[in-house]
């Protein structure tokens, strides 16, 4: 999350040494925004293939971050280190493998398809017990430290099913499946702890509110996946992300007010997962209710994107991003 402006001079810290991983957020955000383009294309009929561009354009920025930041292991291998060691930063390192994951859902059938969901489900579950191990054995997180962002790592396990159904045997994909929805329960009961009997989150915290929508979005896409229903059980989690989603939506004059950090990112894909579920309501149910909804939750995370991009490119042009936190 180093967005921050600083008084200390810039040549304090190489730049390249203070590359925030956060900004892997951006490739959820362009492949959040793809799949619900790609959803929408199959719903509605668009005239034009939305998708197949975000999806060009996601590999060409991920690979461009992912060249960033492997320079930055190689040249500055304890600043990697101290992100790892870090209790907000260490939890965006599932963006990659995240990242991965959804580049893989939006090639489909393609060939490369099954190599990248294979090495995102490997690294994202490795990532998932190397931070639960850290969790356990801690003596330095605290509970202000937390934050919605602690999802990420854990509970991004149930988007590996989504394709993981058409790579692998049933019950790898149920096997995260799982893993990702109890951990859902627990963490979130701590987190909703935490927001209602701590201080608030930081400001430039603020934005990861959204990834409370998350996880039940996903998990109700992933659960369709697996078992192409659309029952009591998906009703459900899928019901409590469009009251997430209404319950922020309620909260947006303060979303709006803030100045611009690079977690504004995190509006995107919770965004984008609500959109997508909607859209798979709409079509299974057949409710125009449903497709209105989805419709409009599409135009609105089009235009964060769009917004979030065109501000993250005028804070590099600016020098705001990697730069030391305040």
């Given at each position: ?19 925030p ?30 998708s ?53 859902i ?32 801690q ?26 159904v ?11 499946f799982?893993?990702g ?55 459900v ?36 997962a ?46 705001e ?6």
């Open positions: 999350m180093s967005v921050l402006e600083t008084d200390r001079p810039a040549a304090a810290v190489p730049r390249l040494a203070l590359f991983i956060s900004f892997f957020g951006v490739v959820m955000g362009i492949g959040g925004l793809g799949l619900a383009w790609g959803k929408a294309e199959t719903l509605f009929g668009t005239a034009f293939a939305a197949g561009w975000l999806l060009a354009l996601n590999v060409a920025v991920f690979a461009a971050l992912g060249a960033f930041y492997l320079a930055k292991l190689v040249l500055h291998p304890q600043a990697v280190a101290a992100d790892f060691g870090h209790p907000v930063r260490l939890n965006f390192f599932a963006t990659l493998s995240i990242g991965l994951l959804l580049v893989a939006q090639l489909g059938d393609a060939a490369a398809a099954r190599w990248l969901w294979a090495c995102g489900a490997v690294a994202h579950i490795a990532l998932t017990l190397y931070v639960m191990t850290a969790w356990i054995h003596t330095k997180f605290e509970i202000t430290h937390l934050n919605p962002a602690w999802f990420l790592p854990v509970v991004g396990n149930v988007l590996v099913p989504i394709a993981g058409a790579h692998a045997p049933a019950e790898v994909s149920w096997f995260f799982s893993v929805l109890v951990f859902w329960l627990a963490l979130f009961t701590i987190v909703l702890y935490r927001l209602f009997f701590h201080a608030p989150l930081p400001v430039r915290l603020t934005p990861t509110l959204f990834i409370l929508i998350a996880p039940p979005a996903v998990a109700f896409v992933a659960y369709h996946a697996l078992t192409g229903a659309i029952d009591v059980f998906a009703r989690l899928y019901h409590t992300a469009l009251f997430l989603t209404l319950l922020l939506a309620s909260n947006a004059v303060r979303f709006l007010r803030a100045r611009f950090f690079l977690s504004a990112w995190a509006y995107t894909f919770p965004l984008a609500v959109t997508v579920a909607t859209l798979i309501m709409a079509e299974r149910t057949g409710a125009a209710g449903f497709a209105w909804i989805g419709a409009g939750l599409l135009a609105v995370l089009t235009l964060v994107v769009a917004a979030l991009f065109a501000r993250t490119v005028l804070a590099i042009v600016r020098g991003i990697c730069v030391e936190e305040g």
